[in-house]
């Protein structure tokens, strides 16, 4: 009985030693040993000269830091050099822009100042024509348009107030309203700025009221001065109390009406988004249609344009590197024409900028910008002409430039002090 139970368990007894045997060869292969069968013990490393200066969770071997300093450099570079580059369009396009538009704006209206109403409807003609295409959509039929961004319900009164300002600023030089002058009281902007913001709501700090006082008072004195010392007796000048009187009246108008619209445009912004390029466009394309009425004056105009002004001459210093066909072409234009077109191509680019400006900034900061640009258009003015650079002109400059930089200073000072208010607040 007991061999025949022996017998019955072999098979499976013989089985498990198998696995056994198996599983000891196993681990013995996968432990180390000695050249004498011993098991070897493991290594032991010393990280004590590796972990001295490391915090926890913080280890950096020379390569890391390296790394880290190259990947940090190039996020510094990543993320400054797009907005240094967009801060440095914006600056090219509205000084660079807006100054040359001065200066072919004076070549118009120096002979003659009744044109004002055609030099807008060529700015508008010529900027709804190049804006365009940027809002082209051939998925969109039947206008080809781009859907809004912003509703056109939206649009409608900044286009009324846009052709207004636009209209009464170039309107204002039939009154024999000199540029000079024409500066001195459009450079009100900054106060009639802060005045409108104030009736809107908003809130200035008492170094924001000195310093634009500051610079107003100094565009002024610096475009006084060039007046007297351009005299008195151009046929731009004054010549009436009553005339003088109407000139300041539209030109205070229109600086009311810039200050409601760029408040009314920075609203808008903050609630649809920073869309410049719309508002470029629909701003010119539908203000086109408010100068129908006027356009029996405006082929007059440019009549008397044409008509009373020689051809242009390309200058002896550039006649090399201009094409002959090209110099027989500008040779018919008449010189006027030449600078109208030259001031709508300027404005564009003046327009740009202020735009970009103004989706990136507040109302009163475009105003700055726009002073600090009207003095240097008035000191370029005058060393074009060959003026002499009066001590009014050089004290208006410190004033502006002063008070300018003071301006930064306080903006830079309040946004530190509101950043640090929103923190105790989310604290």
């Not at 286009?159 to 309107?171: E, K, P, R, T």
């Not at 600090?372 to 502006?400: C, E, P, Q, T, Y």
């Amino acid at each position: 009985m007991v061999k025949q139970r022996g017998a019955d368990r072999s098979p499976v007894f013989g089985m498990a030693v198998q696995q056994a045997s198996r599983r000891r060869s196993v681990q013995q292969a996968a432990t180390p040993s000695t050249s004498i069968g011993l098991p070897m013990k493991p290594k032991e490393i010393n990280a004590a000269p590796y972990l001295e200066n490391a915090e926890m969770g913080h280890y950096h071997d020379g390569r890391g830091s390296i790394e880290k300093i190259i990947g940090l450099a190039g996020s510094v570079v990543h993320t400054t050099i797009p907005a240094w580059f967009q801060l440095g369009t914006m600056i090219s396009l509205i000084f660079g822009g807006c100054c040359s538009n001065v200066y072919a704006l004076e070549a118009l209206v120096k002979d003659e100042p009744d044109s004002g109403l055609l030099i807008t409807f060529v700015q508008f003609l010529f900027i709804a024509i190049t804006s365009f295409p940027q809002q082209f959509s051939r998925q969109h039929p039947p206008f080809f348009l781009e859907p809004n961004a912003v509703p056109l319900r939206r649009w409608l009164l900044n286009i009324l107030l846009f052709f207004s300002v636009n209209v009464l600023n170039n309107y204002a030089f039939g009154y024999h309203i000199s540029v000079p002058v024409h500066i001195i009281l459009r450079s009100g902007g900054s106060v009639m700025t802060m005045l409108v913001g104030w009736l809107w709501g908003k809130k200035f700090s008492r170094m924001q009221v000195v310093s634009v006082t500051l610079l107003t008072f100094g565009v002024v004195v610096a475009a006084m001065a060039d007046a007297k010392v351009q005299g008195k007796s151009s046929s731009q000048s004054i010549t009436t109390t009553q005339t003088f009187l109407t000139g300041l009246s539209i030109l205070l108008l229109a600086q009311f009406l810039s200050a409601l619209m760029g408040l009314y445009i920075q609203e808008t912004y903050a609630v649809y988004g920073n869309h410049w390029r719309e508002n470029l466009f629909y701003s010119h394309f539908l203000g086109l249609l408010l100068f129908v009425p006027f356009s029996p004056s405006m082929r007059s105009q440019y009549t008397k344009l044409a008509s009373t002004s020689p051809p242009f001459d390309v200058p002896v210093q550039i006649t090399p590197y201009v094409p002959l066909a090209l110099q027989r072409f500008v040779a018919r234009v008449p010189i006027k024409i030449a600078f109208l077109i030259a001031n709508a191509l300027t404005q564009q680019a003046c327009i740009r900028g202020v735009n970009q400006l103004g989706a990136r900034a507040s109302a009163l900061t475009v105003t700055i910008v726009l002073n600090v640009r009207k003095l240097v258009s008035l000191m370029l003015s005058i060393w074009i002409f060959g003026n002499s650079l009066d001590h009014g002109v050089l004290l208006g400059a410190a004033f502006v430039f002063g008070s300018g930089a003071l301006y930064a200073w306080e903006g830079q000072r309040m946004g530190r002090t509101a950043g640090r208010g929103r923190g105790k607040k989310e604290l």
